[in-house]
């Protein structure tokens, strides 16, 4: 009965431990959030509302406008997926419906190394190669642009689009193929007008999380855009420096005096961000949690 | 609805022409793969062509001198190693046992859709946030200054999503009478996972692993100020020092250091690289050879 007992007790005790681990991960979220509240909500208490939204970002100024980094943000982060979503579905669809089976076992790998290649070494490769080639060929002052931003944010979003968007197609019932074939469609007719319109909602949480990923991501983003605050509202803001949320609190986090009001605003942008993940995700979440339950992601 | 999608068929198109449009397409696919493709190979290609003349003994093995200028790059090397070891530390238990108790003990309630949500979001926070995070409360608010362990802890929470949802994926993809065979043996649940499915899952369990580690190794922002040192030309003493960190020093090295010779910038980027990818190489390779091994 000893025997006995002491299994039970080391039963007990690892359903306990692996359930404090699951459920840490609810606990990190909250703690991050907390903590972000904890350190940025007095920059909303200190700076009036029509300041933080402003369209000027001198913080040694006491000039805390936001609005140029969001919209530098959106600016970078849209353009990248113009650029990321038709290179995405077309390698996706070549992927799984058209590619013969060498070009997929070279083309797969390829995409995981992209997925792996550091923040870092993209955002190098492209202030040291991308940009000054950008510099000479749009004749434009300065090849550290929002373009170039664009250009780099694009290939890191494009592993997470290719994948989704794969799972989605994947999830297509082979029905489908079969019949438009059998009513004479061709191959492309069947790709075209059957396969990826069902697979449409699939394709928009992949650029969904395609966006959640170029939001946030901030290293190359800082190497290549040039950051100037300066609100991207001209039609050649594309083709200019300009500054997004995460490279901001990067780049200045390290030089702000803690307590200052700098350094809550930098915790507040901490805050926009986290909110605008969350939402992403949110909403990419639940479409994906409800397609799994109705069986497939389409 | 399918039978409205192919009724839009203009009735004039024949055969042949129907055939040339697909060819076309399909040369669409093609260009857009390559250009997918091919910027990943110039980038590789290009630092390796750039960084390889700057690798020798002395680069990898001796302490940067003349502000960065000359010398190595062994103190960032180190560093990297380091806060690695430091994050698989904690988070390969909370991990895999967070990946264990999704996949093998928890139903379906409200509570666990909290849990995977977590997930979801805590894969989606941006790496500067995990970073400011990491600096109020580990840095500030627990005192551990820029320390080895703040940029550790910062490291292992970022990278708590993909080791558990990898996991958990190579734990459910063991088969469901693996452990109805285990239990009608008399074998507890615990017993039925750490001497069934756990060994059978390990290949799956250790490629996401490492695809986790890989990724905190080469993160920049959570430890610009949770651990990164600008220019320590010594190794860490304690787990509480601050230490140079290979993704830290390239950046530095690129931007904020004038007249830095390029050879040195494109030999770190290098070694970042080499030792990402590699990493990376080793962890496909044991989950293909462990996918064609098994019998179920």
Redesign the interface.
Known sequence: MNTSSR?RL??FA??A??????????G??L??FL??L??GIPVFLQVPLDNLFGTRWYPTFDFFGTLPLILGSLLITFSAIVIAL???V??A???RE??PNW?RE??K??????A??????????G???VAPLIRTTLGVPTGLTAFTGALILA?MA?PTL?SVAEDALDSVPKS?RD??LA?G?????T????VV??ARSGILTAVM?GM??A?????AVM?VTGNAARMPTTLDSLFRPVRTM?AT??AE??EVA?GSTHYHA??GI?II??LI??L???A??SAI?QKRRRGGLR | MMLGILAHKPANMNTARRYAVQRLGFGVLILASLLVVAPILFVIGAIIARGVGAINWEFLTAMPRDGMKAGGIFPAIVGTLLLTLGTALVAIPFGVGGAIYLAEYARDTWLTRAIRLAIVNLAGIPSVVYGLFGLGLFVLFLGFGTSIVAGSLTLAIMTLPVIISTSEEALRSVPVEFRTVSASLGGTRWQGIRNIVLPQALPGIITGVILGLLRAGGETAPILFTVAAFFLPRLPQSPLDQTMALPYHLYVISTQVPGMPAEIQYGTALVLLALVLSLNVVATVIRSYFRRKRQW
Do not use: C, D, H, K
């Not at chain 1, 790998?109 to 992209?114: A, D, K, N, R, S």
């Not at chain 1, 469609?185 to 007719?189: E, I, L, N, P």
């Open positions: 299994i080391s039963e690892v359903e431990l692996v359930r404090v681990a699951g459920f840490s991960t609810i990190f979220v703690l991050i903590f972000l904890r350190e038709p290179l995405g077309a390698a669809v070549f992927v058209v590619a070009a070279i083309l790998p390829m995409i995981e190394v992209l792996g290649i550091p923040s870092v070494v993209l955002g190098f490769f202030m040291s190669l290939y494009l290719i489908y019949a438009s009513m469609a061709t191959q492309w007719q790709i075209w007008r059957v319109p069902a999380l959640g990923r939001i946030g991501e901030t290293m190497m995460t609190v990067a986090m390290g803690q930098l915790f901490g961000l986290f993940t969350f992403i995700n949110l990419a979440a949690f």
